[in-house]
């Protein structure tokens, strides 16, 4: 089993669709959570970190389910600048910090 | 500006040549990593620094070195490149258990 697990995609959704994406993670020891985003070529970039509590950023809100170990990314109404690759990030501790990257959702929103 | 720079950004060479990718950042994080992202792999850690002189393996340490002689460097050094490690590499830095800043990517291809 993958350390961290994603839903692949694609995701093809007209503008205005809200979208989830989710995100399982192996290590029940992780500390710390996080959503990028990455377009085609570029470097990953910091969409949202993600808490037990639930976290909103506008159209976006995260989750985190520590008992059911897996994090959530919605997305609400969808515009083509939401057209990206989704990556799920886990930060755990063994011997060192250490980061795993899910594989990534990609999502195309389409007009 | 807070960045990461990765130098260079792109990079065709031949078998066994050996070659450094540099990496600097510029605010003051303990935190560094290399990570090589293939298709369908998505990002997988190569090697990480929890700080000067301190460098351990992630995921994916073969056929790589790295240092950390000072803060704000990482230098990621192929000995004796060869093809399978063709790939796209980024560097970021945080510090610990935070979100990553990661630098532009170097592709590089080993022929």
């Known amino acids: 089993r993958k350390e961290v697990e994603q839903d692949p995609g694609p995701f093809n959704v007209p503008e205005g669709a809200t979208v989830a994406f989710n995100c399982t993670y192996s290590?029940?020891?992780?500390?710390?959570f996080f959503w990028y985003r990455q377009d085609c070529r570029k470097e990953p970039k910091l969409l949202m970190s993600?808490?037990?509590s639930g976290n909103e950023d506008g159209r976006f809100t995260a989750q985190l389910n520590r008992a059911s170990q897996y994090i959530s990314l919605l997305i609400r109404d969808s515009k083509l600048s939401d057209s990206a690759t989704y990556l799920c990030v886990v930060n755990f501790w063994s011997g060192g910090f250490k980061t795993i990257f899910g594989a990534g959702t990609r999502l195309f929103v389409k007009a | 500006e807070a960045q990461v720079t990765q130098n260079p950004r792109y990079l065709i060479t031949v078998t066994g040549k050996k070659l450094t990718v540099t990496c600097s950042q510029n605010?003051?994080?303990?935190?560094m990593s290399w990570y090589r992202q293939d298709p369908g792999l998505g990002l997988r850690q190569i090697y990480y620094s929890m700080n000067v002189e301190v460098t351990d393996k992630g995921d994916v340490p073969e056929g790589y070195k790295v240092s950390r002689k000072e803060k704000r460097n990482f230098p990621l050094i192929l000995e004796s490149p060869s093809p399978n490690q063709t790939s796209l590499y980024f560097c970021?830095?945080?510090?610990?258990?935070?979100?990553?800043?990661f630098g532009d990517g170097t592709r590089l291809s080993i022929l």
């Open positions: 605010m003051n994080h303990e935190y």
């Open positions: 993600v808490y037990s």
């Open positions: 970021a830095s945080s510090s610990p258990g935070q979100p990553q800043h």
């Open positions: 290590n029940s020891a992780s500390q710390s």
